[in-house]
């Protein structure tokens, strides 16, 4: 978080170019993935950006090269985002609200002797999302504290916060730098999914972890920033860095389980064949550590990317390429190999349907797990209106991993799938009511708690109020 405030205020001081050098009509960021959050309201989305609306329009060109360049998936650090396209987009503007939920656990806690524990809990959860947006700058923000209450275990009763930001500013008319962070403290990381699917910012993982633990204090941070420099009417170079870290507060809770932390840098080349197809190649490095066992794991990649646009707000990514990698330290046997990366996805908002779907292979931070991995995972958000006022969501995740070097004594890898359905009614103009599934299957050998304790079901209804004002306006 730190680092990202003192991006902010570096950019705050650097001197501004003049105002008539950019259109009123010139998005802040060159991504046709500018994240919203999703709403079930259609004639009244007050998550989406006139910035993000007008990146999303740029795509459809028929190879006008005075069109500014978007950034590909494959090299965003913005996600796709899961508005439909007939919901209207707004900027400059506060929205603040109340959430209240019930839950039931079949698996809310493990205890000593590995007996999974049922448990019923009651959450009540303010937000406040603000939204800024002029032709230079686009800055979001979003805050929810929360107050969990369980029925049986009072000793497990939590407070969590959730921090989001993000920020897109044009330096001058070809140069734009794109930051955010997101910050995660709970104890269930399970309940995560569900706001994740229906966060401010759009689709994303559900998390940095790979194994999803019992209930446990926990910290998730997540940071990035890159700049983009378009020196041709079709060319993009761009660079950037990303630091992600998941922290357990309290270890016995989580027998087995080690902190991770990963530190990347990358850079990329984008090269516009047309108006719709995007060709360009990517270099990225990764430094991968677990603690308490003090593995380490560095890996270089390069890989060769396209991007096709087929609709305003449809896109189709693919990119492949080798990646070296060499692991070391405690808990891991010395491995230094070549392996194959590759994935896709696709992004497409229609006017009552839109979807997110992307799969890949690659090697990643352990995530819970006493090394670095290598990871094959896939994932898949739907939302679908399908009444006026009745909106229907299903999320689902995938990830098969492997340790790089596990010794006999530690687990070697395994699997985690997961899948969330939720149904959202909007009972009055400011009042929605919301039922939710999730279900999270586990399997990881020679862990210190048994596969058996780590699946887990739960059930969920919400009501929520939300208001939003407009600012600067």
Do not use: C
Request: aromatic share 10%.
């Amino acid at each position: 978080m730190s680092v990202y405030v003192t991006l902010i205020l570096i950019l705050i001081a650097l001197p501004a170019y003049p105002q008539a050098q950019v259109s009123g009509n010139s998005p802040p960021a060159d991504s046709t993935h500018q994240t919203a959050r999703p709403t079930s309201r259609p004639a009244d989305s007050a998550s989406a950006s006139d910035a993000s609306s007008q990146a999303e329009d740029a795509s459809d060109t028929s190879g006008d090269s005075g069109e500014p360049m978007l950034t590909p998936a494959p090299v965003s650090t913005i996600g796709y985002s899961m508005e439909f396209s007939s919901e209207i987009p707004r900027s400059n503007y506060i929205s603040g609200g109340l959430n209240i939920s019930s839950a039931y656990d079949d698996r809310a806690f493990v205890s000593t002797n590995g007996q999974a524990l049922t448990d019923i809990s009651y959450s009540v959860r303010p937000t406040f999302l603000w939204n800024k947006s002029t032709p230079r700058l686009l800055w979001k923000s979003f805050y929810s504290p929360g107050f969990t209450f369980y029925q049986r275990n009072s000793s497990l009763n939590q407070s969590d916060q959730t921090v989001v930001l993000q920020t897109a500013y044009r330096l001058s008319p070809h140069v734009t730098v794109t930051l955010q962070d997101t910050f995660f403290k709970t104890s269930n990381l399970l309940s995560s999914f569900e706001q994740n699917a229906n966060g401010p910012f759009g689709a994303t993982n559900p998390s940095v972890a790979t194994v999803i633990s019992p209930l446990a204090d926990q910290i998730t941070n997540v940071g990035s920033a890159q700049v983009t420099y378009q020196f041709a009417p079709n060319a993009m170079v761009g660079a950037g860095g990303e630091f992600s870290g998941l922290y357990y507060l309290n270890s016995t809770q989580v027998p087995g389980f080690s902190d991770s932390r990963s530190i990347a840098a990358r850079g990329f080349y984008s090269r516009r064949l047309s108006g719709r197809q995007y060709v360009g190649a990517r270099y990225e490095y990764q430094n991968l550590n677990s603690t308490p066992n003090g593995s380490q794991t560095q890996t270089n990649s390069i890989v060769l990317f396209y991007t096709i646009f087929l609709q305003p707000k449809t896109s189709i990514s693919f990119f492949m390429g080798p990646q070296h990698s060499n692991s070391y330290g405690g808990g891991l046997i010395p491995v230094n190999l070549w392996s194959p990366t590759y994935g896709g996805s696709v992004g497409w908002q229609g006017q009552s349907t839109s979807l997110a779907l992307s799969a890949g292979r690659a090697i990643s931070g352990g995530g819970g797990l006493q090394g670095a991995v290598r990871s094959v995972n896939g994932s898949a958000y739907v939302r679908r209106l399908l009444a006026k006022a009745l909106t229907a969501q299903l999320s689902a995740y995938y990830s098969k991993n492997t340790v790089l070097g596990a010794l006999p004594q530690f687990s070697d890898g395994g699997h985690s799938i997961s899948g969330t359905v939720s149904l959202d009614r909007q009972v009055r103009e400011n009042l929605d009511l919301t039922v939710a599934y999730t279900r999270l299957q586990q399997n990881y050998s020679n862990f210190a708690i048994p596969s058996s304790s780590l699946d887990q079901n739960r059930v969920s209804l919400s009501l929520s109020y939300q208001f939003t004002r407009p600012i600067g306006q």
